[in-house]
């Protein structure tokens, strides 16, 4: 799905959302004191007992479960179901999906195409409603019937990136940055952000003079200037070769660790799923298997 540049400033001159903002911040530092807290135990725990040290990849892959046992939900979807009407053709994209996003999470969903990967993560984002079920956001519930809250939430707290990377053709990569910089909240410069994305050397760069890879930096960088707290990324590498792909791996990644955004990828690429902490697989409609990585590989380690 797309989203034109009418929407983004749509989305952004609203005003603010009625979630407050010290609730918010309670929420984040309960969050990393416990993640610190945890951290820091297991560390201690392997120090001053021997017997309990093992590989450095086992221990890594302890911490990340400790790590998600304690962090707060970030995203709840409850009873899922989504149904296309065409006519008397019904579609059933989604068929009572149950899921938990947590705080700070890295999560690949995978499975065939018409699985409804993109159903789930548009209606997650507020950009779609579901049909049935619920959906929170920090423990709130999204409000489903009212266009002007899913605007609100989209441009308060989610980042979208897609297979095609929807920039402005007339605009440098500054500029194309800067759509979001100006209205938004609390944003980061777009050189911040074009930086974070390896690009503080293409600011002044039009879309035809960079490569894809480079394009669909761009694009991670406007969706993350106004620090969203959802990073949601719809086949980011779907048109790219690998090793361009791995490069936007690398930037999303870095988000994830550095900004802590709660994200989640979509891809056809089983090997991308080595990057995530968790892993869904979808088959028609629903989730059929999860599965939790003990070691998250790094991009650059991954071929295909
Ligand atoms: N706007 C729509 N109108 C009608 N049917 C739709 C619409 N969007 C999606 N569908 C159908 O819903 C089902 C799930 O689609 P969805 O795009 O979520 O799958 P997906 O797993 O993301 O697929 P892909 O990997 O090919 O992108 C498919 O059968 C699709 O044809």
Known sequence: M?????????ELVLPPH???????????????????????????????????????????SEELVVENEVSAIALEAR???????MGAVEVHALRGVEVDFREGELI????????????????LGGLDTPTSGTVMFRGQPLAMDS??????????????VFQFYNLIPSLTARENVSLVTEIARNPMSPVEALSIVGLGDRL?????????????????????????????????????????GILVLEAILKINRELGTTTALITHNAV???????????????IVET????VQRAPGELAW
């Open 18 to 60: 009625e979630v407050s903002a010290g609730a918010r911040a309670s929420q984040r530092q309960i969050s990393n004191d416990l993640l610190k807290f945890t951290f820091l135990r297991s560390r201690g725990a392997s120090r001053n007992r021997p017997e309990l040290r093992e590989s450095t990849a086992r221990r890594r």
């Open 79 to 85: 009873e899922l179901t989504k149904i296309y009407r």
């Open 272 to 286: 991308i799923a080595e990057i995530a902490n968790r892993v869904l697989y979808f088959a028609d409609g629903r």
């Open 291 to 294: 599965r939790q990585n003990g």
């Open 147 to 160: 266009e002007r809250a899913l605007n609100l939430y989209r441009r308060n707290h989610v980042g979208f």
């Open 108 to 123: 690949v969903l995978l499975g065939p195409s018409g699985s409804g990967k993109s159903t789930l993560l548009n209606i």
């Open 204 to 244: 002044d760069h039009f879309p035809a003079q960079l490569s894809g890879g480079e394009q669909q930096r761009v694009a991670i960088a406007r969706a993350i200037a106004k620090r969203p707290d959802l990073l949601l990324c719809d086949e980011p590498t779907g048109a790219l070769d690998s090793k361009t």
């Open 2 to 10: 797309a989203i034109d540049a009418t929407e983004v400033h749509t």
